[in-house]
């Protein structure tokens, strides 16, 4: 529920642009919660656990004024790791101002975009950086500075981003798992552009619905948010063991295509990618969901999902070149909300090589969630990227309560 907070507006008045005589609505909202991972096996690196716990915090603050069209949203982010120092992070999710006008917006600060449709992969997902000590699956990313300017016409939505500052990826550390062979030296990463943190990128998204048809285009130009890795050398020229990322300059231009066809959702993503110093290649992932409602005359609905990756790299590069994913998407629909997306991925160039995943989620009481996450992992061929994480089977229960 929004209620006045003219205290909050004078600690931050002089950060907005809002004068003290116009009356503000403010909301407190965000979540605590503990999580815990146990990995089946031991890694060949003795310093890794098989198990590690966590806590975290999410608080977001939310502030309206001017009648609805300002209005001001900080969330940040604080995880506090057992096992790998690199996972006892914070970072600031959201510190954005919006301001709304009928046919354009405006969005200055910290903030988090998403572009994608598919299920697996987010191929063309790149304004935000991975944070890789959060997620496996990259699914979370860190808040990017940015200046977004929206304009919505009959024509389609279009946004233009400035982003000024650069946000490196994160990595697990010496103790933590999953993140394969070697251990990645954050602290040395080097950059093509000699302005490294400090080069501007751009990105734009042009987006429009025809019908049961979605449609975007966008395009990104500036520092790649994903690394390539130089091996790191002592002083007398020896490899150390370790990895340096390596961030060039790259332009990436995209496509999503999204098709409501009754029972059948049909989505591609695909992008082409190229720079000075990488191998222009192109990538895509497509596939369907199909859902079946009302499942033998009861309240739960049941989604196959089909995906097919494909990327021009080699198996050593990037570990969906040329995979298919299958999944059952189980929606209960029940008062506590409980979904399970159960399915498998198959690398069709390594017979051997392929991962299952079980993620599940439902609601206890009011206010409080439970999280189930497992993947188990397969493929020992040293050509194939993904046979890196053979030794890490892992299942994560986490325990959230909003407020």
């Not at 590690?52 to 009648?67: G, I, K, M, T």
């Not at 200046?147 to 933590?176: C, H, M, N």
């Not at 090589?353 to 999280?371: H, M, P, Q």
Request: proline share 3%; aromatic share 14%; glycine share 6%.
């Amino acid at each position: 529920m929004i209620k006045p907070a003219a205290f909050i507006l004078l600690s931050i008045s002089s950060l907005l642009p809002f004068s003290a005589s116009q009356a503000v609505e403010y909301e407190f909202i965000g979540s605590l919660g503990a999580q815990g991972r146990y990995f089946t096996e031991q890694a060949n690196d003795p310093q890794q656990t098989k198990s590690q716990l966590s806590v975290f915090a999410e608080p977001e603050l939310y502030l309206q004024w001017n009648d609805g069209d300002d209005s001001f949203t900080a969330k940040p982010f604080l995880r506090v790791d057992s096992a790998d120092d690199e996972r006892t992070h914070f970072d600031i999710r959201e510190a954005v101002w919006l301001h709304v006008q009928d046919d354009w917006e405006l969005r200055v600060g910290i903030n988090k975009v998403f572009w994608g449709v598919t299920e697996t992969l987010h191929l063309v997902d790149i304004v935000n950086q991975t944070d890789g000590v959060e997620s496996f699956d990259g699914e979370e990313k860190l808040g990017q500075p940015m200046v977004q300017f929206s304009l919505f016409k009959d024509w389609g939505y279009l946004d233009v981003f400035i982003l000024p500052y650069f946000r490196e990826r994160t990595f697990a550390g010496e103790e933590g798992r999953l993140r394969g062979q070697f251990k990645i030296d954050t602290d040395s990463a080097i950059y093509e552009s000699s302005q490294e943190q400090n080069h501007i990128d751009f990105a734009a998204n042009w987006r429009n619905t025809y019908d049961f048809l979605d449609l975007s285009l966008n395009v990104f130009k500036g520092t790649s948010r994903e690394p390539e890795f130089v091996a790191k050398l002592d002083s007398t020229g020896e490899p150390t063991g370790e990895l340096i990322p390596f961030y060039p300059q790259i332009t990436q231009f995209g496509a999503l295509v999204q098709y409501v066809n009754e029972a059948w959702l049909w989505k591609l993503e695909t992008i082409n990618r190229g720079g000075d110093t990488i191998d222009d290649y192109n990538a895509m992932v497509g596939g369907f969901e199909y859902t079946l409602v009302g499942i033998g005359d009861s309240t739960t609905d049941l989604g196959w999902v089909v995906e097919y990756a494909y990327d021009e790299r080699d198996a050593n590069e990037v570990a969906t070149q040329n995979d298919i994913s299958l999944a059952a998407r189980i929606v209960m629909n029940d008062i506590d909300s409980t979904e399970i997306l159960a399915g498998f991925s198959q690398d069709l160039e390594f017979s051997d090589s392929r991962a299952l995943f079980i993620e599940a989620n439902t609601r206890v009481g009011d206010s409080s969630k439970l999280i189930f996450d497992m993947w188990l992992f397969s493929g020992d061929d040293p050509q194939d990227i993904s046979s890196q994480f053979e030794q890490e089977d892992f299942v994560q229960l986490s325990y959230e309560w909003y407020f």
